[in-house]
């Protein structure tokens, strides 16, 4: 008799927590066990099944970590060979942002993939500023794109001001050859007398400075030197050949664009694979932890389980006692 009214009371105590369930596939999800103060626990199961996304989750951002340092070591050597070719025409031509003229052309390089932290954004955010410093009635400013990221973002809210969008640069590696093919393309279809290249200069795995190189037409060049300006220097230099002043302006020109282009596209490079360092680390580092919560939270609920189990045999053996 004693049994029976036993267990009498504990179905009463039970009967509202089993009838409050009216979803049969929640209740097969929560444990029916009653936590150390009446809550339930979750169950064992989907934690061990989170805990297994979360270590394969860490497992790929620690490779693809490892697949960025070393195509990182690879480019990073090419990077710094190559500027020494833009630098003599820095001394020759200057590098003058704040010239004012009537058509610029932005330049915008970006990468094509993601995952790299907000370089791309970096880049399309100093070309739309520029844009707006450069915009008026009687001035013309249009986009040229490198790469996915910022075709994706500038197509938003001025895709009628990209006059053209190059993609898939970093698919296979780049020589300067390729680049100033890529150079002549541009200059085949822009009208201008400024370009403004913008990119990330690498200085680090974890910084990278946002850049802004300018490269002058011909003829704004040629007027700048005879007015005296910060361009009159060029009038002390003496032309020896056949070729005139502005042959000799048009072929820099090129060969500057083609230069600082190569420099500012492996630069960039550069900088998206040490970011992307940077995010996979820290996403390994977050999955750590969150490995270690779920962990805790697996051997609390494992020990919960444990001790109303062992409270059950010893009521139900105190009953059979008593």
Excluded: H
């Excluded at 008799?1 to 105590?13: K, L, N, P």
């Excluded at 001035?139 to 990209?162: F, H, M, P």
């Excluded at 050949?241 to 550069?270: D, H, P, R, Y």
Aim: one cysteine or more; proline letters at 3%; glycine letters at 6%.
């Amino acid at each position: 008799m004693a049994m029976a009214a036993t267990v009498r009371r504990e179905g009463r105590r039970l009967l509202p927590i089993i009838s409050s369930s009216p979803n049969p596939s929640r209740s097969a999800l929560i444990s029916d066990e009653l936590g150390p103060q009446g809550a339930r626990s979750i169950s064992t199961q989907i934690v061990r099944n989170r805990m297994k996304s979360v270590k394969n989750i860490q497992k790929i951002t620690k490779a693809m970590k490892m697949v960025a340092a070393s195509k990182l070591r690879a480019i990073q050597v090419r990077a710094e060979n190559s500027r020494g070719l833009w630098q003599p025409f820095t001394a020759l031509l200057g590098d003058a942002p704040s010239i004012d003229v009537k058509k610029n052309v932005i330049v915008t390089i970006s990468s094509d993939k993601g995952l790299c932290g907000g370089i791309n954004s970096t880049s399309v955010k100093i070309s739309k500023g520029f844009y707006k410093l450069n915009s008026g009635p009687d001035k013309e400013t249009k986009y040229v794109v490198l790469g996915e990221k910022a075709k994706a973002q500038l197509v938003r809210d001025s895709k009628k001001n990209i006059d053209l969008c190059i993609t898939e640069l970093q698919k296979n590696p780049l020589n300067y050859t390729q680049v100033a093919v890529l150079a002549d393309e541009i200059l085949k279809n822009v009208e201008f007398d400024a370009l403004r290249i913008v990119f990330n200069k690498f200085q680090s795995v974890v910084s990278f400075i946002p850049t802004l190189s300018t490269i002058l037409s011909p003829e704004v060049v040629e007027r700048e030197s005879e007015s005296g300006g910060k361009l009159g220097d060029l009038d002390s230099y003496e032309i020896e050949g056949g070729e005139t002043k502005a042959e000799i302006l048009q072929n820099l020109a090129e060969f500057q664009f083609s230069c600082v282009m190569f420099n500012a596209i492996l630069e960039n490079a550069c900088s998206e694979q040490g970011a992307r360092m940077s995010a996979m680390d820290s996403s390994s580092r977050n999955a750590g932890e969150m490995l270690d919560r779920l962990t805790l939270t697996y051997n609390r609920t494992r020990q919960a389980s444990i001790t109303t189990e062992l409270i059950e045999i010893i009521s139900g053996a105190s009953a059979l006692t008593g």
